[in-house]
Structures are given as structure tokens and as C-alpha cells.
């Protein structure tokens, strides 16, 4: 299987036999312009040392013999579209954009071994099989949310989540910020929050959180890699972390105890106080103004605390203050219980709840969904009874559980041009490392990441897991721990 790309490609042409090598000469000429030359800039650091070669990235030299990133106007290939071509002689990708340059290089990494991905000088050769991709999303969310408030995890592993993420074309990281046991991110308005609120986490470690320069540089490298950062800030349940922070957010004026446990649904804001409000436009204020990408998550998931009337009044206030900071706003499930407004983002996640409300209610307000059904998208679930690490409530998933869904008929009623996309979470009550990260998420966010980008009729368990296989040498150079299931032909 020459041609072994996740996610599976729109559109591969083989041309048997056919090879291109890469040499100690071979260039790297990119298109007259700023940005499509940044990405092939970002092609050469991938490839230079493992390779060891120099491959100058240039404007100008001739495309003869080297690895050439175009633009065309060819508008069928959409904003993320590509085409790549690979003959003896050279490599040339085209796209409209550079964010679609951007995912063919991903692909392009993929037809070279696994060991190119080595921070070590490796042997080769470091030949690319022949033939022509052509190749574009089937939907704009492609989505994988990290939980940084149960433990937390700072820039450099979040940075390297990132970069995993984009070699399987993940263009949406859901940051989830905050929650009963942690705010992450720096609020100069109300700066105990982090202080008190950011200073633990489940089991009782030291926590921590992003100062606003560090969010910033987090979004700026998500952004280097087209990647857009959904920043999560979880209200009105799951808010104990700001009820320990300041007394005034409390409806009896007392400040809670920090908490360590791995419960949910306990807390709650105060609906009735009109400082709720203010802190809410305030946070949500200094956020949207940090945050380049259009949706602010509110959460919405879980409140034991409220009625259905005090919670739907709440939630449609809070979609008001996001669109007031200019934001659009996504929320779990539960705010269909509010009055929404077309452009907010529904994202499906309880399977086990009716699901007639809740599409009846998003499809009349105008809202789409992004789909994390927890019994196939939900990272921290254990992949069997062995699994060490992660929860079971939503049950085991496996490689093939997590692939062997379809986004467009997964809810009655929810059509192709209702989804926005799908995303993988990734909760971490029971994740202290980042190997314990990278042990959930691979293989299974290859599996999500291809049913957000493939066209359906590619949909197919056998050469998938064939693919996915071919993998592991990569993580392997990349130092990424993965879970080696039984259902997946490993190559050793
Ligand atoms: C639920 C809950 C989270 C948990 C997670 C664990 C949602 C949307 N709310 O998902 O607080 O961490 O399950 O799997």
C-alpha cells in the first residue's frame, strides 16, 4: 500500500512504478507570496533532519527536480483543497489557498517513510510513490478538544498535541478551560481565578494556567498550522474553581473550597445576581478579544442546580454577551434547553439522551452540530477492560468503534448539511502526562479526523486499519505514545 494517507484521500491516482526521490539537492520553490512561502518554510523544518539535506526554500529556482508549492484559481478545490502530482521528476502541489497547500503538505509527509518524522539524522532513501491526489474536506469542523482544567497542560505539550493533530488535517482545537477543579487562563479583570482557582487539580497537584501571553502564543501557533483555537469557558455548572475564587459569585456570599474530586453537576453560578452577568461579559470580553476565531465555547453540560426555566433564561443571556464581543457561540447539548440564535453550534455528546428535542430545537433556531457522540468520539474512554487509564461511562471504544459510524445519519433528522463537522474530546480526570494524552488519542483521533475529512464513499474498515498501521513507524519517530490495539495489522 503505497499511497497509505489518514485520512483516506478524495481522490488517489497511483502511477505504478513511478518514483520521486529526494536528494541532497533537491529544492523547495514556492509561489511569490509571503504566506504560501512560511508553509513551504514549515515543509523544510519537517524534512531536514531526519534527511539531513538542506532543501532551500526559494522563489525562484526552476521547479525542475524539486518540490514546487503553486497557487491556481481552480475554485473546485474549495478554501482546504489540493492537488498533488508526483512524477521521477518532481513534486508539485497546488492549491487555492495556503491553508490548502498546508494539507497537502500533511499528505506529502505521509508518502514518505515513518522515520523522515525522526528529530535524528536517518538513512533513507526517502522515495515518494507516483501518481496524483486530489483531495478536499467533506466538512469545515474538524474538530479535537484537549481538557486542560482537570489536569493541567502546558504550552509545550499543548504544542505538541497541536502538531500531532495536524498531520491528520485537525483544523479546530477546543480548548476546555475551566471547571470545578481549575481556571486555566489569566482574566486581568478578576485575577483570583487563576490565582486561587488555577492553583490545584484532580488529585490534589499544583494545577497552573495560561498567563494571556501564553494563550496568545497558543493561539498564534495553532494558527501558524491553520488550526483555530475554540476557547471553553464552562458556565453555569461545572464552575466550583470561580465559586472558590470569589465569595460575591456565590448566591450565600460564601466562598467554596477549592475541589479535587472527579465528580459533576454540583455546581452552579447564581442566576439571580446581577454581578453574574458582569463577570460573564467581562470574561468573556477579555477572551473574545484575545481569540482571532469566531465561536467562544460556553459549555452548558450538566447543571444539576437550576430548572429548566432558570437555565434556558440563563444560557440565552450568555449567547447574547458572545455575540456582543462579536463572537458566535457553541455549546454541549444542553442549550438547546435556551432561545438560540442562527449561527451558534449545538455540539451533540450525551448518546444516551433523547436526541428528537434536541435536533426539533437546533434545527428551529438555525443551529448546526458538531458531533461528539461519547460512545464513538469520547478519547477518555478505555479502549477495553484492561485499559489502564480513561473512564467507561459512555462504554469501551475501540479503533473500530471510534471509525464505524456515519456523521450523517448518526440522528434522525440530521443531515449532511446539518453537520458542521465532528470532534474528539479529550477529558483528563484520569490523564497526568502527556504520554497519557497521546495513549488515548492515537489511534483512535486518526479514526474521527478521516470521518471529518474523507467523502463517505472512501469509508471503509479494512483499508483503514491497513493505513492506520502504517502509522506507527511515525509515531514511533515522533516519539508519540500510542495504544497498540489488536485490531490494527502493526507492521512489526
Ligand atoms: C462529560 C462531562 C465532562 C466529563 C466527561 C468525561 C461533557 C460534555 N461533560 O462530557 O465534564 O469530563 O463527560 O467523559
Known sequence: MAHAIVPAPASVRPADGTTFALRETTAIVTADSPEVRRVGEYLAAALRPATGYGLPVTDAGPTQGAISLQLTDDAALGDEGYTLRVTSDDVTLTARRAKGLFRGVQSLRQLLPGAVESTEHQPGPWRIPGGTITDQPRFGWRGASLDVARHFFGVADVKRYIDALALYKINVLHLHLTDDQGWRVAIRSWPELTNRGGASQVGGGKGGYYTQEQYAEIVGYARDRY??????????????????????????????????GMGVGF???????????????????????????????????????LTPAQYGEFVTRVVKIVESHGKRAIGWQEITGATLTPGTVVQYWQHQHAAAEIVSRAKKSGAKFVLSPGNKTYLDMKYDALTRLGLDWAGHIEVRDAYDWEPASLLDGVGESDVAGVEAPLWTETLESFDDVAFMAFPRLPAVAELGWSPRATHDWVTFRRRLALQAPRWEAMSLN???SPQVPWPN
Open 267 to 305: 455546581s452552579s453560578l447564581c442566576v439571580d445576581k446581577p454581578i453574574t452577568y458582569e463577570f460573564l461579559d467581562q470574561v468573556l470580553g477579555e477572551l473574545a478579544a484575545l481569540t482571532p476565531g469566531p465561536y467562544l465555547h460556553i459549555g452548558g453540560d450538566e447543571v444539576e442546580k
Open 482 to 484: 500510542y495504544y497498540r
Open 227 to 260: 488550526m483555530t483555537i475554540v476557547p471553553e469557558i464552562d458556565v453555569p455548572g461545572h464552575t466550583n474553581a470561580a465559586l472558590a475564587s470569589y465569595p460575591e459569585l456565590n448566591c450565600d456570599g460564601k466562598a467554596r473550597e477549592p475541589y479535587t
